[in-house]
């Protein structure tokens, strides 16, 4: 059991050392086009529209998953002081196992979407 809890930090460890690849994106430029003269009518450029939602998109999955890695490392100290007692490790267990459905879910939330949007796009 020590030996799978051991495993299970040094996973969560390693997910939290690469978050910051992740939340390494390009920002695009936009260029407003603003000229001297009123503007009379308003173009949408879908490409910004999708940027700015998977950009919200990214930065949301990313503090989700960093709540979620610090949650999961909790329950592991709660349940490495458990101390013997056994509804304190019951407990602790039941947060590991969640906190990694909690991860499960979030990765394929991400693969649903970009699936839907290559899907939308004609990707």
């Given at each position: 059991m020590k030996k799978s809890i051991s495993i299970l930090t040094f996973l969560a460890l390693g997910l939290m050392i690469s978050l910051p690849v992740f939340a390494q994106?390009?920002?695009p430029q936009v260029t407003?086009?603003?000229t001297?003269?009123?503007v009379k009518s308003v173009s949408?450029?879908?490409?910004n529209i999708t940027g700015f939602i998977n950009n919200?998109?990214?930065?949301?999955?990313t503090l989700i998953i960093a709540i979620v890695i610090i949650y999961f490392?909790?329950?592991a100290f709660m349940y490495a002081t458990a101390g013997g007692d056994a509804s304190k490790a019951e407990?602790?267990?039941?947060?590991?196992i969640y906190s990694l459905i909690a991860i499960a879910i979030i990765v394929l939330a991400g693969?649903?979407?970009?699936?839907?949007e290559n899907i939308i796009t004609g990707k």
């Open positions: 994106t390009s920002i407003t086009g603003v001297d003269m009123p949408i450029n879908w490409a919200g998109l990214n930065l949301a999955a490392l909790y329950s407990t602790a267990k039941n947060n590991l693969a649903i979407y970009t699936t839907v």
